[in-house]
């Protein structure tokens, strides 16, 4: 069976020949180039990876356009910066292939080296401690990393298409009644410039969808 990775990416040209060359057997990668000036498409080209570009800029509207391309019942999503490593993908896609959960987030434990500023981290747990309190889902951090089947995610309808996307999903999937699962994957290292983690922006726009204002593009 074959599972379908989504990987929104942004100048990331650096990271991706370590990224796609850890992909596991059975795991394809979906590159989406959103607004990339370096060589990111065609590098992840070269290594076989599909390429998708969407011109919208937004971190949602690329997650999204990776979804409409992924062709797999399971989808997941992950960065492409090299902050997380792609041979955890079956940990994360196991309960969802096991028919244990319909929605799995990796939890980030932070290995040495990688760069996770206080300020964001303080930021993530208290989002996290919001969600538990607000879907009852077991979560201690909205990761990156997640699984999910292609045709349930479709149905939940997202409409944001900024950084507010994963918090939408994770809101949207404890509405519909999904079990909601968490497993330890490692944070390593990103190669390249943050782009979301901790932001102001990344900030304001989850504190959006927390009240109910989804970011469209």
Not at 111 to 131: C, Q
Request: proline residues 6%.
């Amino acid at each position: 069976m074959t599972i379908d990775v989504v990987l929104p990416c942004l100048d990331e040209a650096a990271a991706l020949p370590w990224v796609l060359g850890r992909m596991p057997d059975a795991f394809h990668p979906v590159v989406v180039d959103n607004g990339s000036t370096d060589d990111s498409a065609r590098i992840a080209a070269r290594l076989g990876a599909t390429v998708v570009t969407e011109p919208r800029l937004g971190f949602g509207a690329a997650c999204h356009a990776g979804l409409m391309a992924a062709t797999t019942d399971v989808v997941c999503f992950m960065d492409a910066d090299a902050s997380l490593d792609p041979e955890q993908l079956p940990l994360v896609a196991g309960p969802v292939l096991d028919g244990e959960a319909e929605l799995v987030l990796g939890r980030r434990v932070l290995r040495p080296g990688a760069s996770w500023p206080l300020h964001a981290r303080l930021g993530n747990a208290l989002l996290a401690r919001r969600l538990r309190r607000r879907t009852g889902a077991a979560l201690h951090d909205l990761g990156p990393m997640r699984a999910c089947r292609r045709a349930d995610l479709l149905a939940l309808r997202l409409v944001d298409r900024r950084y507010g996307y994963p918090l939408e999903m994770v809101l949207r999937a404890a509405s519909a009644g999904w079990r909601i699962g968490e497993v330890e994957v490692d944070y390593l290292p990103r190669m390249g410039r943050p782009k979301v983690t901790g932001t102001l922006r990344s900030i304001g726009d989850m504190r959006r969808v927390m009240a109910g204002r989804e970011n469209r593009v």
